[in-house]
């Protein structure tokens, strides 16, 4: 068996142990309710006897009679044995299932912000719903099909052991052939499962992101390019579906030839046995039942070994999800990171996205930011200013150096506690398909109404969601959708003077607003970022002018640093050059040529 494959079988295993009365319910019914359905045909063959005993009427009616209420009792108990069954099965599977889904999420959502640039959303979430519901197909199968298949065998050949050995013989020697072949080309075809269930999530995946950009496959007027790729896919798909049904089929007609090979076997054996008088014309009734009965449930095994196997592999995606490590962890015993003062320290840091790679983003980078002080971070884009801060936040672990707040670093305090004192307001943010006040809410959830709405006005939303059909309670569309740009960035900013961190951190974070807006909102961040460790991020000079220091960004290092003051009195340095082009004041022309900068 596959590693992963035995990875998913063991924790479904583990889930089910957590519920053991459950478990021992469901198999005490089963077995109760499977005998009582073999017994049935023992008591029916009685039907028979008396029928073929030669006796008077009136003596095989009485024994009929009988016989006809022992099969009412026996079909009593298996009409009772099937309803604790099915209850107890019901609550198991459900249980388990909300489990095993509650247990997805939480390890999914702990994935490092990596994990999350790297894995569609759509592929990810049909890999939990996939996880999920293989456990139901498995348990049912294991259930439903394979443990009554197997008690099932027991009895039969027990009983035709009983009443020939030959007969007992043939029977365990023909289930053992036929559940060893069967069982080794379910393994076989998992080979074509495997491929068939990966393309399904690359369908799935270009389908979700097709979805969530089909403004731009709209403006783009790119729908025969987007049809022709996704078409390339479910060809793909339909080629290893094909394929892996194909197998499925061959399985399936080898399977009715080894029942064909058997039947003969057995009929033929009982009409010689007939003819020594060892067998009775009633034992036919019952080995015939019996065989029919035994088809009926052993024509599903290969199948259900093959479902097994399926609801295995769609599994296997979800399992190396959940056996992968979280990327970014707390360290052990970490404590909780304490904000004294906010000070900020970069120690030789170095970052590179890519961790094979030597080429760095940050590149040995130093520098300390004081308590309170407001240090904007300027250069070219790409620069790695927004690395930068998601570096404070610890969403990447970084390759060399050490990055300290108020003297403890980062990496050895809980990721809860840092990112609950760092506020970010993001370059493009992204909200929840929810209400307003949630939204803002998030920034701290014990935010009373009045706080929020407090809040609001601050960062100068209470204006546009006043406005709103439902006000607060409007809901903003899938990341927000509904809302503009310059929406978006003042529920952002609402929601970060609610947070009451102690660092803050403003990616961008009025880039998308008109200038008077602006203006005001630069207004209510002063008051926001007072006696606060600041970090602003921003193209636009003319709003970073007053902070403290300024950090010129450029591939990753720091190639300037001073006040603006300083900065601009630099004859031949970037910023300069970059605020000259800002504030109107315009370049002779080959200065026009290096100041080659996306701003
Ligand atoms: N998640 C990511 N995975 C891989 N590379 C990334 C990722 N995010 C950013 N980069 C790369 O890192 C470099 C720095 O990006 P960063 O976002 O820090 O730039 P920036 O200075 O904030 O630019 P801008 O001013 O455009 O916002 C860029 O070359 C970018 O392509
Ligand atoms: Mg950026």
């Known amino acids: 068996m596959k590693q992963n494959t035995l990875k998913t079988f063991k924790f479904f295993i583990n889930e089910g142990k957590k519920h053991k009365l459950l478990l021992t319910i469901m198999i005490i019914s089963l077995v109760f309710a499977t005998v009582s359905s073999m017994a049935w045909y023992v008591v029916g063959r009685n039907f028979f006897a008396a029928l073929s005993s030669g006796e008077s009427k009136d003596i095989i009616v009485n024994s009929?009679?009988?016989?006809?209420?022992?099969?009412?009792?026996?079909?009593?108990?298996?009409?009772?044995?099937?309803?604790?069954?099915?209850?107890?099965?019901l609550h198991f599977e459900a249980k388990c299932m909300s489990n095993i889904n509650n247990q997805c999420f939480d390890y999914l959502q702990q994935h490092s912000y990596r994990f999350f640039t790297n894995n569609f959303v759509g592929s990810l979430v049909k890999k939990v719903t996939r996880f999920v519901r293989a456990f139901e197909q498995i348990?049912?199968?294991?259930?439903?099909?394979?443990?009554?298949?197997?008690?099932?065998?027991?009895?039969?050949?027990?009983?035709?052991?009983y009443l020939n050995p030959i007969l007992g013989m043939i029977i365990v020697i023909w289930t053992i052939v036929f559940l060893?072949?069967?069982?080794?080309?379910?393994?076989?075809?998992?080979?074509?499962?495997?491929?068939?269930?990966?393309?399904?999530?690359?369908?799935?995946?270009?389908?979700?992101?097709?979805?969530?950009?089909?403004?731009?496959?709209?403006?783009?007027?790119?729908?025969?390019?987007?049809?022709?790729?996704?078409?390339?896919?479910?060809?793909?798909?339909?080629?290893?579906?094909?394929?892996?049904?194909?197998v499925n089929h061959y399985i399936e007609a080898g399977q009715a030839l080894l029942m064909i090979v058997l039947e003969f076997a057995v009929t033929y054996t009982s009409i010689i046995l007939w003819k020594k008088d060892i067998l009775v014309l009633a034992d036919f009734f019952l080995i015939q039942t019996y065989?029919?009965?035994?088809?009926?449930?052993?024509?599903?095994?290969?199948?259900?070994?093959?479902?097994?196997?399926?609801?295995?592999?769609?599994?296997?995606?979800?399992?190396?999800?959940?056996?992968?490590?979280?990327?970014?962890?707390?360290?052990?015993?970490?404590?909780?990171?304490?904000?004294?003062?906010?000070?900020?320290?970069?120690?030789?840091?170095?970052?590179?996205?890519?961790?094979?790679?030597?080429?760095?983003?940050?590149?040995?980078?130093?520098?300390?930011?004081?308590?309170?002080?407001?240090?904007?971070?300027?250069?070219?884009?790409?620069?790695?200013?927004?690395?930068?801060?998601?570096?404070?936040?610890?969403?990447?672990?970084i390759k060399k150096g050490r990055i300290l707040i108020d003297g403890q670093d980062?990496?050895?305090?809980?990721?809860?506690?840092?990112?609950?004192?760092?506020?970010?307001?993001?370059?493009?943010?992204i909200l929840f398909h929810r209400s307003l006040i949630e939204n803002i809410r998030y920034g701290n959830q014990s935010a009373t109404n009045e706080e929020i709405m407090a809040a609001s006005k601050m960062a100068h939303c209470h204006e546009f969601i006043k406005k709103l059909p439902h006000g607060y309670y409007t809901f903003v569309g899938e990341r927000g959708i509904k809302l503009s740009g310059g929406q978006r960035q003042r529920v952002a900013i609402a929601r970060a003077i609610l947070s009451q961190a102690k660092i803050l951190?403003?990616?961008?974070?009025?880039?998308?607003?008109?200038?008077?807006?602006?203006?005001?909102?630069?207004?209510?961040?002063?008051?926001?970022?007072?006696?606060?460790?600041?970090?602003?991020?921003?193209?636009?000079?003319?709003?970073?002018?007053?902070?403290d220091r300024i950090f010129v960004l450029e591939n990753g290092h720091i190639i300037e640093e001073g006040t603006h003051a300083d900065l601009v009195s630099k004859e031949s340095g970037l910023y300069k050059k970059l605020w000259n082009l800002q504030v109107g004041g315009y370049l002779e022309d080959e200065k026009k040529e290096d100041a080659q900068v996306d701003i």
């Open 180 to 246: 060893t072949v069967n069982y080794k080309l379910a393994v076989y075809k998992l080979k074509f499962d495997i491929p068939k269930s990966e393309q399904d999530s690359v369908v799935t995946a270009r389908l979700a992101d097709t979805i969530t950009n089909n403004t731009n496959v709209k403006l783009f007027a790119n729908l025969g390019y987007e049809s022709a790729k996704y078409r390339k896919e479910t060809a793909s798909w339909y080629e290893k579906t094909v394929k892996a049904w194909k």
């Open 64 to 89: 009929l009679t009988k016989t006809l209420l022992t099969i009412m009792v026996v079909e009593l108990m298996e009409w009772i044995g099937w309803r604790g069954f099915q209850q107890a099965v």
């Open 410 to 429: 980062i990496s050895n305090v809980t990721q809860d506690s840092l990112r609950k004192q760092i506020a970010l307001v993001p370059q493009d943010p």
């Open 291 to 397: 065989m029919l009965e035994l088809f009926r449930q052993i024509w599903g095994f290969g199948r259900n070994v093959r479902q097994i196997y399926e609801a295995l592999a769609d599994s296997e995606e979800m399992i190396v999800i959940l056996d992968e490590e979280h990327e970014v962890k707390d360290a052990p015993g970490a404590k909780n990171l304490k904000i004294s003062s906010g000070k900020v320290e970069f120690e030789k840091v170095s970052f590179s996205y890519n961790k094979a790679k030597e080429e760095s983003v940050i590149k040995n980078l130093s520098f300390s930011v004081k308590s309170g002080e407001k240090v904007a971070l300027i250069g070219p884009s790409g620069g790695g200013k927004s690395t930068l801060t998601k570096l404070i936040l610890r969403l990447f672990d």
């Open 139 to 161: 348990t049912d199968r294991l259930f439903w099909d394979m443990s009554t298949l197997a008690l099932k065998v027991i009895i039969v050949s027990a009983v035709l052991f």
């Open 505 to 547: 951190i403003l990616d961008e974070a009025t880039s998308s607003l008109d200038s008077e807006s602006e203006k005001l909102i630069q207004d209510a961040l002063k008051n926001l970022i007072k006696n606060k460790t600041t970090f602003i991020i921003a193209h636009r000079l003319s709003t970073i002018m007053n902070v």
